[in-house]
């Protein structure tokens, strides 16, 4: 099965970890540290944090930039659930943006979702293609609201040459197994703001600062969310790849972007000229012929090897939020979850299997488009 996206482990990558699961320290130390001063490398960000996972790194954000019980948060619902959930926690309610026909928030319909109660915009880079960046910081900076990138899918991916992580007042990436690099579980929260790191890092561990020996202080709450050493070493690794992953991803993202260039039947993403994306995703957008057999579209591809996923259901959709928030339909989004599917795109395949996808995705399509809503 070629899966839409999936890690790539190598022998440098296992080197690494057993020497670390060999060595005195196996919780945080050392390799943290470096693998936090690699991302800020990467990046060009002043301060990097990693966490246990993208899920606490967004935990930790909110929590530490300030966002409380009647907060409002305007947000895209194309997204994992973890980009809400973790403000619905501190009891912050999400004012939904609705999206483009390429996964990102539209950014034109945010400024009128504003209200006295409004906090923040929580951004997703969807697939790893940047949002449109500069509206969106132009927009809260004029209302003073804080501008929160949940990256998570778009580590390596930029605007002028500018990396994601460096846009936004705290910008989140996940190293999940899947993401564009992996520490198996993982991520980070980057940020120029030193003071919002200091925080992060108490946060991260028991809100407990080191003093002399043996005396400590615990001086704000926190939690253990911290990485292990055998992950972060892990990261480093990976880091050092990711340019060759997303070089590869996007050989293969163009591939796909040429042989589908005259399809009648669905959309591709489209990227602007002076942007890079991770390319962690690659989506296909189908036309409203195609909505009702999207079901066996679907089975077909898995039938035939195709590993593809639907991302992602709105997030207001799930029964949690409908309880808590009540019915939202907002009709970009909706139209978005009927329609895409993301094709198999990762670093681990050869262009024979980009030809294979792409083959069988326009045998597929084409095989459904006219069968429409009557069977
Ligand atoms: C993967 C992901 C997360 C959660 O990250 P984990 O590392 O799995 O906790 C959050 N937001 C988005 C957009 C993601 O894709």
């Known amino acids: 099965m070629l899966s839409y996206s999936t890690q790539l482990i190598e022998d440098d990558d296992i080197a690494l970890v ?22 800020c490398e990467y990046t060009g960000a002043a301060y990097a944090v990693v966490f246990n996972s993208g899920t606490s790194a967004l935990q930790a954000a909110y929590s530490v930039i300030g966002i ?11 997204s994992f659930v973890a980009t ?44 790893g293609k940047p949002v449109v960046m500069q509206s969106i910081q132009n927009i809260a900076k004029k209302h003073k609201l804080l501008l929160i990138d949940d990256a998570s ?36 929260v980057l940020t120029d703001n030193a003071e919002y790191a200091e925080k992060l890092r108490l946060f991260r561990s028991h809100g407990v600062l080191k003093k002399e020996l043996w005396n400590s202080d615990m001086v704000s709450m926190g939690y253990n969310l911290r990485m292990t050493e055998v992950a972060a070493a892990l990261g480093s690794s990976q880091l050092k790849k990711l340019d060759k992953f997303i070089a590869k991803r996007n050989e293969i993202a ?34 409203p012929e195609l909505h009702c057999p999207k079901e066996d ?19 207001y959709k799930n029964s ?31 262009m024979q299997d980009a030809e294979y996808v792409a083959d069988t995705v326009l045998n597929i399509l084409n095989k459904y488009a006219y069968r429409g809503c009557s069977f």
């Not at 409380?68 to 194309?78: A, K, L, R, S, Y």
């Open 153 to 188: 899918h778009a580590l390596g991916s930029s605007i002028d040459g500018k990396k994601l992580g460096t846009f936004a007042d705290m910008s989140i990436f996940s190293f999940h197994a899947i993401k564009p690099i992996t520490t198996s579980e993982g991520g980070a």
């Open 18 to 39: 057993n020497e670390v699961l060999q060595s005195r320290l196996l919780a945080q130390g050392p390799r943290v540290a470096q693998f936090e001063q690699d991302l």
């Open 297 to 315: 579209i679907f089975k077909e591809m898995q039938t035939r090897g195709l590993g593809v996923q639907v991302h992602y259901k709105p997030i």
């Open 254 to 287: 163009s591939y796909f972007d040429e042989r589908f260039k005259n399809e009648k039947l669905f959309l591709t993403q489209k990227l602007e000229k002076n942007t890079i994306s991770s390319r962690h995703l690659y989506p296909i957008i189908l036309n």
């Open 84 to 127: 809400s959930n973790m403000f619905v926690q501190l009891g912050a309610k999400p004012i939904w943006c609705d999206v483009k026909l390429d996964g990102n928030i539209n950014e034109k319909q945010i400024e009128k979702l504003i209200t006295p109660k409004t906090k923040a915009i929580v951004v997703v880079d969807f697939a």
């Open 68 to 78: 409380q019980e009647g907060d409002e948060i305007i947000t895209t619902p194309i």
């Open 320 to 350: 949690f939020y409908q309880k808590q928030f009540g019915m939202v339909s907002l009709p970009v989004a909706n139209d978005f979850y009927n329609s895409e599917i993301s094709i198999p795109c990762n670093q681990t395949m050869s």
